[in-house]
Nanobody
Framework: QVQLVESGGGSVQAGGSLRLSCAASRFTYSSYCMGWFRQAPGKEREGVATIDSDGVKSYADSVKGRFTISQDNAKNTLILQMNSLKPEDTAMYYC?????????????????WGRGTQVTVSS
């Protein structure tokens, strides 16, 4: 069974930075997409950033220039570096993975999910 475990969330003031990590185990697809999603209270889950097995990255417009997604294949780890954080970035952040379906930020395209890590940005 695929396991995704997030870490690195926390509380930070606006303008600060956080680094999220996702440790993936038993995920063996050669063509895949992995990414970060977030969900704030009362809102739908939305794609933040994804990366596929070819290294193609996609970002939500709201985080372009501030967030960077990367992966450490040797450690089976997905990273989200978040800089210049804003209060509107406050949400539960989830790591997700799935078979490759193209460059996508659609949560429905991902079949495996972690439990999430909370990010809170205060003004």
């Amino acid at each position: 069974q695929v396991q995704l475990v997030e870490s690195g969330g926390g509380s930070v003031q606006a303008g600060g930075s956080l680094r999220l990590s996702c440790a993936a185990s038993r995920f063996t697809y050669s063509s895949y997409c992995m990414g970060w999603f977030r969900q704030a209270p009362g809102k739908e889950r939305e794609g933040v950033a994804t990366i596929d097995s070819d290294g193609v990255k996609s970002y939500a417009d709201s985080v372009k220039g501030r967030f960077t997604i990367s992966q450490d294949n040797a450690k089976n780890t997905l990273i989200l570096q978040m800089n210049s954080l804003k209060p509107e970035d406050t949400a539960m952040y989830y790591c997700a993975a799935g078979r490759w379906v193209g460059s996508t930020l659609n949560p429905a395209d991902f079949g495996y999910w972690g439990r999430g890590t909370q990010v809170t940005v205060s003004s």
